[in-house]
């Protein structure tokens, strides 16, 4: 397929179906993939979208189970998101990237560095961990999700803001969190179950070390879901990583977006060639 610029979201075709896919920026530029967190959808980097679209040619895609993207049953593991990725690239024709991932995506970036690291020239793992949360905690939020359907997603947005956002930027910024919380009541049921076992099922901490790509560890000073410390410990195996730290709760990209996108562009630009 030819690439051209698709600033609006549209349905790219693969071999693992149809993905909502968003492309900002000059195809003779070299390629950013950015992947979403749990219950968030392609537009949480619109600002970020907007920033690298200058040095880079941005994909912005929706994780399986979200946003018009494929809602296959469940439930999904990390090589079902892995694999997601690498079909979106080969779609697009397009044999090395960068690739920037938030919580979910981060360890989607995780898998990726471990099993297909010659497709990426760098890898940004944010606010991410190499086993998220405890697999019982994400089984029993995706059977409540299967149980209760459209209602549950609408009482997991009620609750995220404390787990995405500082209380300081809840106060400051309540049109950001709405906007977020939008997104996760829009998402399909069986694709966020789908998701919550996904993470219930991965542990990369045993693999992670034979990473061997240029990886960065962002971390949100005051993230609760996944902590400095959990970004030290990755940073600890992966041979050469880089560990950056941002005044932010869980959604950093967009509570600390400059800091965030300094931290990013400062590791791009040391890993990727010819930036
Ligand atoms: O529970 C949440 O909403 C936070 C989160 C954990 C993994 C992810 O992608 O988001």
Not at 59 to 68: E, F, I, K, M, S
Not at 69 to 92: E, F, H, K, M, Q
Not at 111 to 127: E, K, P, Q, S, T
Not at 229 to 257: F, Q, R, T, W, Y
Request: charged share 15%; glycine share 10%; with cysteine.
């Amino acid at each position: 397929m030819t690439i051209e610029q698709h600033a609006s979201p549209f349905f790219l075709p693969t071999v693992r179906g149809q993905f909502r896919v968003a492309i900002n920026g000059d195809a003779s530029l070299p390629t950013l993939i950015l992947s979403n967190s749990l219950g968030t959808t392609l537009e949480m980097w619109e600002a970020q979208a907007a920033t690298f679209a200058e040095n880079y040619r941005v994909v912005r895609y929706n994780t399986r189970g979200h946003g018009g993207s494929p809602v296959t049953p469940g439930p999904y593991n990390v090589d079902d998101l892995g694999a997601d990725v690498l079909a979106i690239l080969d779609a697009l024709d397009i044999e090395k990237a960068s690739f920037c991932g938030i919580s979910m995506g981060g360890h989607t970036g995780l898998w990726l560095g471990v099993h297909a690291g010659h497709r990426f020239d760098a890898i940004a793992v944010c606010n991410s961990a190499a086993k998220i949360g405890i697999a019982q905690g994400w089984s029993e939020r995706a059977a409540t999700v299967r149980a209760n359907g459209a209602g549950a997603m609408q009482t997991l947005a009620d609750s995220a803001p404390g787990r995405w956002f500082t209380e300081e930027f809840i106060r400051s910024h309540p049109e950001v969190v709405r906007l977020a919380q939008g997104w996760l009541g829009g998402i399909a049921p069986e694709g966020y179950a789908a998701c919550c076992e996904a993470l219930a099922l991965s542990d990369l901490r045993g693999s992670i070390g034979r990473i061997a790509t240029p990886t960065l560890l962002l971390a949100g000073a005051s993230d609760p879901v996944t902590t400095v410390a959990d970004a030290e410990a990755m940073c600890a195996v992966i041979s050469g990583s880089k560990l950056a730290v941002v005044p932010a709760s869980h959604l950093s990209n967009l509570e600390a977006p400059q800091a965030f996108e300094h931290a990013l562009a400062t590791f791009l630009a040391e890993s990727v060639p010819s930036i």
